[in-house]
């Protein structure tokens, strides 16, 4: 046998089915689609891995917010009269919550006033550490979960995730190697172009957290779109003059969970309910008017959208059972930027060589 016939019989063999009409269409709508919709993609993907770093985002952005001097809790109406003594005409408490290691928090609303304007509390005193919107991390969140768009968004960000999970699908199907076996693929010196190594080295590794991300981003937008109300981008207003008071409704909602309250929400034109969440999970309504206390259904914990929650990291119990969810959630979201900077750099190399032959 000759040296040239002994280099072919050890060269890789070509995969059956991996080149052939399939293979050209999926590198087509891979290019163009992530190259086109990026300008969706990237910041979804972004805002969500910086949504991840939760609080201490908030707290490098607004230092002063956080300076509290102990975690004791006051009874609710001191919080709810220490926020009402720095509203404004038309300005009505909307919810206050109570962080495990920040301030308490009452959420404001008023006619034509933005969602997202806040009180900030020191637990043990009731003194006001800041006023005003909720900063970044609310931007991020509106961003992130309604595209500034309000119930529309919600839709668009749905078919945003379908997108990526065509994305993570195609990007996985064109990194089999087209010669020797799936091992071969996982070198990283596949290509001449470094772009392309790094493309395929960070598309791989991401690819089924990324699925999942989107799959579980996709189900939530389309499912709270569907039940939200047309108006839902309008905040509705608490009413003006509730007939109980937020420690009456503390109290009442007690006799069903014994546990420490961590957020109560007033009753809006919408709805007259009061409801009271507690930290070892669940909420109870308390009707305004006969003060009536019923459990209520905590989405955010079970059932589908429990898990597609969970799954997606935004859950009240922040993601999968451990943190080492969020960091692969964070770490994903941030692949999205080279994976588009060496997506642009693969794409302009190639027209430049479809350039240079045709010049030739």
């Known amino acids: 046998m000759t040296r040239a016939a002994r280099r072919r019989a050890r060269a890789p063999k070509e995969r059956r089915g991996s080149v052939g009409p399939?293979?050209?269409?999926?590198?087509?709508?891979?290019?163009?689609?992530?190259?086109?919709?990026?300008?969706?993609?990237?910041?979804?993907l972004l805002s969500g891995a910086a949504l991840m770093l939760g609080p201490a985002l908030d707290r490098v952005v607004?230092?002063?917010r956080y300076a509290v001097s102990g975690q004791a809790v006051l009874a609710p109406s001191a919080y709810a009269d220490a926020a009402r003594r720095t509203l404004r005409a038309g300005q009505?408490?909307?919810?206050?919550?109570?962080?495990?290691?920040g301030p308490v928090v009452a959420d404001v609303s008023s006619a034509g006033m933005p969602q997202g304007t806040a009180v900030f509390l020191n637990p043990p005193t009731g003194r006001v550490l800041g006023q005003g919107a909720r900063s970044?991390?609310?931007?991020?969140?509106?961003?992130?979960?309604?595209?500034?768009?309000?119930?529309?968004?919600?839709?668009?960000?749905?078919?945003?995730?379908l997108v990526v999970m065509l994305l993570a699908?195609?990007?996985?199907?064109?990194?089999?190697?087209?010669?020797?076996?799936?091992?071969?693929?996982?070198?990283?010196?596949?290509?001449?172009?470094?772009?392309?190594?790094?493309?395929?080295?960070?598309?791989?590794?991401t690819a089924v957290p990324l699925l999942v991300l989107?799959?579980?981003?996709?189900?939530?937008?389309?499912?709270?779109?569907?039940?939200?109300?047309?108006?839902?981008?309008k905040v509705p207003l608490p009413i003006a003059r509730a007939a109980m008071s937020p420690d009456r409704v503390v109290a009442a909602a007690s006799t069903l969970n014994a546990s420490?309250?961590?957020?109560?929400?007033?009753?809006t034109e919408r709805s007259a309910d009061w409801t009271v969440s507690f930290q070892a999970g669940g909420s109870v309504k308390v009707a305004d008017d006969a003060g009536t206390v019923v459990r209520a259904l905590d989405a955010e914990r079970h059932g589908t959208e429990g898990l597609m929650r969970r799954l997606h990291g935004s859950g009240s119990d922040g993601g999968l059972a451990s943190g080492a969810w969020r960091i692969v959630a964070f770490l994903t979201g941030l692949a999205s930027l080279p994976l588009l900077l060496t997506g642009v750099a693969m794409w302009w190399t190639g027209r430049r060589k479809a350039e240079g032959k045709r010049d030739r």
């Open 22 to 44: 399939v293979r050209p269409t999926m590198f087509v709508l891979h290019r163009w689609i992530g190259l086109v919709l990026a300008v969706l993609v990237v910041p979804v």
């Open 62 to 64: 607004h230092p002063g």
């Open 92 to 101: 009505r408490i909307a919810a206050i919550t109570v962080n495990r290691s």
């Open 136 to 161: 970044i991390v609310g931007a991020l969140h509106d961003l992130h979960t309604s595209l500034f768009m309000g119930h529309s968004g919600r839709w668009v960000l749905g078919c945003v995730g």
């Open 169 to 205: 699908l195609s990007g996985v199907w064109l990194w089999r190697p087209t010669v020797g076996s799936l091992l071969h693929g996982l070198r990283w010196r596949r290509h001449a172009q470094g772009a392309s190594n790094l493309h395929h080295a960070v598309g791989l590794w």
């Open 214 to 233: 989107s799959a579980s981003g996709a189900w939530l937008a389309f499912s709270i779109g569907k039940s939200m109300p047309i108006d839902a981008g």
């Open 260 to 267: 420490p309250w961590v957020r109560i929400v007033w009753p």
